[in-house]
């Protein structure tokens, strides 16, 4: 275990230069191969070459794009559309095919605010959406490139950053979240938020997988309390540590985690020190 | 996420909504990737889980839809920090009985799998037992007995008979 770390170190100190991550020419944007592909607003670019050493030293091929090169080769249409032509073209002729995407940069559905590498918008599925919202937002179409369901054909997740400086804190919390041999408490702990119309949905997580596994439960149900108290019940959750955070609740606005009374807000954030104890959260919404 | 002194490491969530039955679904299947099948890459045990879903009910966007909206927020190949859980039998399934019924594909020396979809296949003997992990192109498979083998992808229901010869 802490020969592994050391090499990831070692690599990440004298790893490959940036050069060899980012393509810069279209037609190594044509031809190339990888096992991690990397989509990035171009101004946050420089801050992610952390990231392409952790996941070059840990075995995978990576090339990093700037959107601005995909926007200059695939040059008609909508952005969402030059993307998507981009992963067609490296889904059908990159060798190997990559495994992940990782889109950098957040999506707005106002372009002038914070809309760095945009998501494709599509009218709402049939059952109701909160707010009245009439469509929803997908990375998954980038990357459904294969026969004609909608199963995605390559791992996709985004990092929503707004600024370099922001993308720069994500990565290195990445890093040290991957680097650091912490086993502690938290990493066998989660926490689980419910409201109370889905207390007995969280209860089923509870008792069919956490309590089975061993795992330390911290709950923050609905019923515990008024909303004050449950807001810092769950800023103390985090700050305790947790590897998971199943959140059963609702959402809404201002963006929060809600019942009848509210659970979490945006602004607690503010509150969050937990600096090496960095939970998943898996919203059930 | 972008909060250094703390917050989250990453995120998973329906943008902006899914279906309550099709929500509560897709997060027992998360679930189950990690608690059950020891899956530790944070992407491949959202991936999974919307594959099946997809594959479940192609037709029910209450559940296919939910799937579809559910969206990773972080980095897809991170590694969750939960403890691998040394009690579950390392990659040992009930294989479906209809996959017996299956013409199966004879195969000698080398497994080809011309997808990318290949990185998330598994070889599994006729126990249920996780033989090998797959990969795109030329798996060598000499070093196994001759017999009868599956291959699924991570989250397809589908359960491909081969029949392994010398």
Not at chain 1, 117 to 143: C, I, M, T
Not at chain 1, 168 to 189: C, H, M, P, Q
Request: neutral net charge; contains cysteine; proline residues 5%.
């Amino acid at each position: 275990m802490k020969l592994g770390l050391c090499f990831i170190l070692i690599t990440l100190a004298f790893g490959l230069g940036q050069a060899d991550y980012l393509i810069t020419n279209p037609d190594s944007l044509l031809n190339n191969g990888c096992d991690y592909l990397i989509v990035s607003y171009d101004s946050f670019t420089d801050a992610v070459y952390p990231l392409c050493q952790l996941r070059d030293s840990l075995g995978l091929e990576v090339r990093m794009t700037n959107v601005s090169l995909i926007y200059t080769v695939f040059d008609s249409g909508p952005r969402t559309d030059r993307i998507r032509k981009f992963m067609e073209r490296v889904y059908n002729y990159w060798n190997p095919r990559p495994e992940y995407l990782l889109l950098v940069g957040d999506a707005c559905k106002d372009t002038t605010l914070g809309d760095y590498v945009p998501v494709r918008r599509f009218p709402k599925f049939s059952y109701s959406y909160y707010g009245d919202l009439q469509e929803h937002g997908a990375d998954n179409w980038y990357v459904t490139l294969e026969g004609n369901d909608s199963t995605p054909d390559i791992i996709v997740g985004r990092l929503p950053v707004n600024s370099f400086a922001g993308t720069e804190s994500l990565v290195n919390k990445i890093i040290r979240y991957e680097t650091s041999a912490d086993t502690g408490l938290w990493t066998r702990t989660v926490m689980l938020l419910a409201s109370t119309d889905r207390a007995s949905m969280a209860d089923e997580f509870d008792t069919t997988f956490f309590r089975p596994a061993g795992d330390s439960v911290y709950k923050v149900y609905e019923s515990q309390g008024s909303s004050s108290y449950l807001r810092q019940k769950t800023r103390a959750g985090f700050n305790q540590g947790a590897v998971l955070v199943a959140q059963v609740t609702h959402g809404g606005q201002p963006p929060g985690w809600y019942g009848s009374r509210t659970l979490f807000l945006y602004s607690d954030v503010d509150s969050l020190y937990n600096l090496n104890k960095l939970p998943v959260v898996l919203g059930r919404g | 996420m972008e909060r250094g002194s703390g917050g989250t490491i990453a995120g998973a969530a329906p943008n902006p909504c899914g279906q309550a039955d099709g929500n509560q679904l897709l997060v027992k299947e998360i679930l189950k990737n990690i608690y059950w099948r020891n899956e530790r890459v944070l992407g491949k045990a959202v991936f999974a889980a919307k594959c099946s879903l997809m594959v479940w009910y192609p037709t029910n966007d209450w559940y296919y839809g939910s799937a579809y909206v559910y969206t990773l927020f972080g980095d897809p190949a991170l590694r969750i920090k939960y403890p691998i859980n040394t009690s579950v039998e390392e990659g040992k399934i009930d294989i479906p009985p209809e996959s017996f019924n299956q013409l199966p594909t004879i195969v000698r020396g080398a497994l080809y799998l011309s997808s990318v979809s290949g990185s998330l296949s598994v070889l599994f003997d006729i126990t249920g037992q996780k033989v090998m992990s797959l990969h795109p192109g030329a798996n060598d498979i000499r070093h196994l007995a001759p017999g009868v083998y599956f291959i699924n992808k991570q989250g397809d229901k589908f359960f491909q008979r081969i029949v392994l010869v010398d």
